[in-house]
Structures are given as structure tokens and as C-alpha cells.
């Protein structure tokens, strides 16, 4: 009985010790330093004795910004170039104590800086740049035959490609976007010439590029730090700081070329610790098994809430007048709505949390299901119809025994079509932190790994390939054997 007692008390002390450890949740961008800063921050703060989480590679700036704001991440690593420029749209650069002032109102404080400066930069192979005698960003004049492409963010920040054009004089009138990542296998393989880079990028040197002089100082300093809640326990705030000044350009690129090479972002961060820890086999099988469970619950999930409201809206989408209008009318725009986009759009509303990814995917499901229930049940004969009513049925025995059993083909095909597109679009419930096969294809094009990217989509894949085999057997299954006569008789 005695030792019974002290097991119970040991059971109650560990778990009181497990509360007694406040969570802090690290948040990142889709790029290998972000991932990198990320988990050094997880690690320190871990040092520091709290329960840390990093939610990592949650999309652009406006995002992961928005998810600090909400509180569904409390610090994340940010530049004051970024800050100035992006967040803060400033039409100059801000000192420290400017930004903690703009910032403060939010709720949001800044960290002192960790050392190094990681500018944005414009790169080409080094090859070309000496052939065609372009070492500094003036020399791009006079080559508007060169094949440009950039980072979606950078074409559209105020201190990206526009205002840059603007202050060079330069004319590329054909530039288009390409993610980060891939822009440097694009570029090695001579399907660009020029993109845009961070200055600590491990791809610099391992892809032997030129980084083309900044000659009229376009570009602001982008100091590396780490912005969080000012709510976060003073503790933690201790924690961060004491990482300020240790980290220079050497030790970032070195942490980031460890990052490309063992594809794990955490092996990387321990570099900083000094720290020698091995690189460990991740079972691969495991990964996706679990990737591959989260995505069906996400898929699962919004397909449900998509047939329980998308079937009804079809129904009364069927019937003549401006109701059927409007609501074919919502369903078609909302499918024209970049996903990307989207999820931008409800992260505000909602935050960063499983919620915003399954309402995201419930609306690209919805039209489909909606404009398929609408045409079956508008394509019944009016014979049939008639002859319905003559029966003496009530309308929803109507709908229920005669009109859906004969539209049930047509909604049959478009539940499919939208469960092929959901399995597709939840990949992008990653870029919120939520997981996913899209966890290793946005972790693969931050690492330029294929393989790693091959291990989100080719299961992406083959889900598909399976839902339209079970929807196959569905056909045999749900479909009255009559239609199904009449449709081969056809």
C-alpha cells in the first residue's frame, strides 16, 4: 500500500511539474533560415525550461505577422528592413526604438539584434556575370533580354523589384514570379539568369553566383531579430536576448549550408550550441504515415460540412429565380479566389489554427457538389416530374424517392471532382502550420531537396488516384441499377 501511495505521488509530482512549465509556440517562414532561427529559438527557450513548440514554415510575411498578432504564435525571427518596409510601412527606414514605439500598440516588442545582416540581393551565375561584364546592379542596363524571375514577395514589397527598377533605371518588362527555393535549381540549370536572394543563402556559394553590388544602396539593412508578444513571460524575453550579438554572417551561413546538407533544420540550430548532434534516421514510412492521417482528418473533415450544406444549397440552387442565382453566383467566386489568398484572408478572422484551414477547404468544395445537385436535379424530365405530382407525393418524398435517386449520378461526379480538388488544395494547410503533405513540400522547395518534396506529393498523388477508384465502387454501389442500365444502353 505504501508503495502504491509513492507511485501516485510521483505520478501527481511529474505531472505538476509538466504544468508548471509554461508553453511558448516559435514561428517561421517558409525559408531554411527562418526554419533554422526558429528552432534555435525553440532550443534556447527549451534551455530555459519552457515547453516549446514551433510551428514552422507558415507562409509569407502577412501571415505569420498576422498569426503574432492573434497570439497564435508568439515570436517568430523578422529583419528590420522587413519591418520597416512591410509590416510597418514606412517610406524610410526606422531606428530600434522607432520600431519598438510603431510596434508596441499591437502588443508586440522586438528583441535585441543577434548579429548579422541579411540583406535581400540580386544573384546571377557567376559564369554569365563576368561574360557579360555585370558586377553591380547598374550593369543590368542594356540586357533586357535577360530571362528574370523573383520571388513573389520581393515583386511586390516596397523595397522589392518595382521601386528597385525605379531608382536603377532599369526596363524588364516580362519578369515573373517563382518560389524562392526553386528559383536556384532554375537558375543552375540556365532556365533563368537573374533572381533575387538573401545574402546569407548556403545556395550563394554552393552554386558558385555572383551577388550583384548594391552600387546606389537600394536596399535598407535587414538586421536579424526576433519579433514576440509582448505578453510572453518575461522569462522567455530574457531567454531570446541572451542570443543577442553571438550570431555573425559566417556562423549564419555556416548554420545554413549544415541546413541544405543534412535537411534537418534542428541539426543546424545545434551548431550554435556547440553541440554535436548526430544526424538522426527519421523514418520516412512514419513521416508520411502521419502526414498522410492528418491530411485525410483535414480532407475528412471539410468534405463532411461541404455535403451536409453543399447538397442542400444544390437543391434549392435548382429551382428557378435570383436565390439560385446568388448561390451559384457565391460558390463559383469563391473558387476563383486564389487558395493562397484565402487562407490570408481568414488567418485574421481566424487565426492560425485547424479551424482556418478546414473553412478554407470546405469553400473550394462547395461548388462542385452545389453546381452538380443543381444539374441533375434540373435535368430530371419534366415528364417525370409531372408524373411525381400525379402519384400524389408529397414534395419531399418527391425529392427524397424519385428526384435524387435520378440525379444521383450527376451528384455523385461532382462530390468526386471536389474530393480530388480538396486532397490537392489541403497540401497548402502547411503554410497555416497544420500539417499535412504539405509539411514536406514546403520544408522540400525551403531545402531544394526533391526528395523531400516527393514525399508530400506523391502520396497527394495517390490519395487522389484512390478516391476516384472508391468513388468508382461507390457508382456501382449507390447508383439504382436502372440509370445504370440506361447509361450504358447509351
Not at 525550461?49 to 515570436?75: E, M, N, P, R, Y
Not at 523573383?150 to 511586390?156: A, P, V
Amino acid at each position: 500500500m505504501k508503495r502504491f501511495l509513492l507511485f501516485l505521488l510521483a505520478i501527481a509530482t511529474s505531472m505538476a511539474m509538466a504544468q508548471d512549465k509554461q508553453q511558448v509556440t516559435v514561428g517561421s517562414k517558409k525559408f531554411t533560415e527562418s526554419y533554422v532561427l526558429g528552432n534555435l529559438a525553440k532550443r534556447q527557450l527549451e534551455k530555459a525550461g519552457f515547453d516549446a513548440q514551433h510551428k514552422q514554415g507558415i507562409g509569407a510575411t502577412s501571415i505569420v505577422w498576422q498569426a503574432l498578432k492573434s497570439g497564435d504564435i508568439d515570436l517568430y525571427p523578422e529583419y528590420t528592413g522587413t519591418i520597416s518596409e512591410e509590416i510597418l510601412k514606412s517610406p524610410h527606414p526606422l531606428t530600434d526604438d522607432e520600431i519598438t514605439a510603431a510596434l508596441k500598440p499591437d502588443g508586440i516588442g522586438i528583441s535585441k539584434e543577434l548579429g548579422f545582416d541579411d540583406t535581400y540581393a540580386l544573384v546571377m551565375r557567376k559564369d554569365q556575370a563576368d561574360q557579360l561584364g555585370i558586377h553591380s546592379i547598374s550593369d543590368l542596363k542594356g540586357h533586357s533580354d535577360l530571362k528574370i524571375e523573383l520571388s513573389h514577395e520581393f515583386l511586390k514589397r516596397k523595397d522589392g523589384w518595382e521601386p528597385l527598377c525605379a531608382k536603377y533605371g532599369l526596363n524588364f518588362p516580362d519578369v515573373q514570379g517563382i518560389d524562392h527555393g526553386i528559383a536556384y535549381t532554375a537558375l543552375k540549370s540556365k532556365a533563368i539568369d537573374l533572381t533575387d536572394a538573401y545574402s546569407t543563402d548556403a545556395q550563394i556559394g554552393q552554386f558558385n553566383l555572383t551577388v550583384l553590388k548594391d552600387n546606389l544602396n537600394f536596399f535598407p539593412k535587414y538586421r536579424a531579430l526576433y519579433l514576440y508578444r509582448l505578453n510572453m513571460p518575461q522569462k522567455a524575453v530574457d531567454a531570446i536576448n541572451a542570443l543577442a550579438g553571438k550570431i555573425d554572417e559566417p556562423l549564419m551561413i555556416k548554420m545554413n549550408v549544415d541546413a541544405e546538407k543534412t535537411k534537418d533544420f534542428d541539426h543546424a540550430a545545434a551548431i550554435f550550441f556547440k553541440e554535436e548532434k548526430s544526424v538522426a534516421k527519421k523514418s520516412i514510412w512514419g513521416d508520411i504515415a502521419k502526414n498522410t492521417a492528418r491530411h485525410l482528418q483535414l480532407v475528412g473533415i471539410s468534405m463532411l460540412l461541404a455535403l451536409i450544406i453543399g447538397i442542400p444549397l444544390g437543391i434549392w440552387a435548382a429551382k428557378p429565380g435570383l436565390t439560385s442565382q446568388m448561390i451559384l453566383g457565391f460558390t463559383g467566386m469563391v473558387q476563383t479566389i486564389p487558395s493562397l489568398a484565402l487562407l490570408a484572408l481568414l488567418v485574421p478572422l481566424i487565426g492560425i489554427q485547424t479551424g482556418t484551414a478546414i473553412l478554407a477547404l470546405f469553400l473550394y468544395s462547395l461548388l462542385p457538389i452545389v453546381r452538380n445537385t443543381a444539374a441533375g436535379l434540373q435535368s430530371i424530365p419534366a415528364s417525370f416530374k409531372e408524373s411525381a405530382e400525379a402519384l400524389g407525393l408529397e414534395p419531399f418524398a418527391r425529392l427524397t424517392q424519385i428526384y435524387l435517386p435520378m440525379a444521383s449520378r450527376t451528384i455523385l461526379a461532382g462530390v468526386k471532382t471536389s474530393v480530388i480538388i480538396n486532397i490537392g488544395t489541403a497540401t497548402l494547410a502547411a503554410l497555416i502550420a497544420q500539417g499535412g503533405l504539405g509539411d514536406p513540400i514546403i520544408a522540400g522547395l525551403a531545402l531544394n531537396d526533391t526528395g523531400t518534396i516527393l514525399q508530400g506529393a506523391i502520396p497527394a498523388a495517390v490519395l487522389a488516384l484512390v478516391a476516384g477508384w472508391v468513388f468508382d465502387l461507390l457508382d456501382l454501389a449507390l447508383i439504382p441499377k436502372g440509370l445504370r442500365l440506361n447509361n450504358q444502353s447509351a
